[in-house]
């Protein structure tokens, strides 16, 4: 979850990943080890966060895979407080 909030590049492919856990192929796998390789060549990239009282990460999220049966289209949507944001 972290990945996909600090490096927004690759927000598709792992949410288009997710969607095939339950049937996974070698495609999906091929797609895996280039995402690694992307992300272990980049390893200066993220989000720094700093604060002098301690900070507290709350994600709340809902997801509904393929609920509309004539496209398959998913919907997710999730909020994330850091701190007292």
């Known amino acids: 979850f972290y990945l996909t909030l600090s490096w927004p590049d690759i927000t598709f492919v792992i949410h288009k990943l ?4 339950g049937q996974p192929s070698l495609p999906h796998l091929q797609v895996v ?4 390789h992307y992300l272990k ?6 989000l720094f966060l700093f604060s002098p009282s ?3 990460l709350k994600v ?5 895979w393929g609920s509309c049966l004539d496209t398959r289209k998913s919907i997710t949507s ?3 407080f850091i701190g007292d944001s």
């Open 78 to 80: 999730f909020y994330i």
């Open 33 to 36: 080890h280039h995402l690694l």
């Open 54 to 56: 301690s900070l507290q």
């Open 18 to 21: 997710s969607q095939f856990l």
């Open 41 to 46: 060549s980049t390893p200066s990239q993220g």
């Open 60 to 64: 709340f999220s809902n997801v509904d």
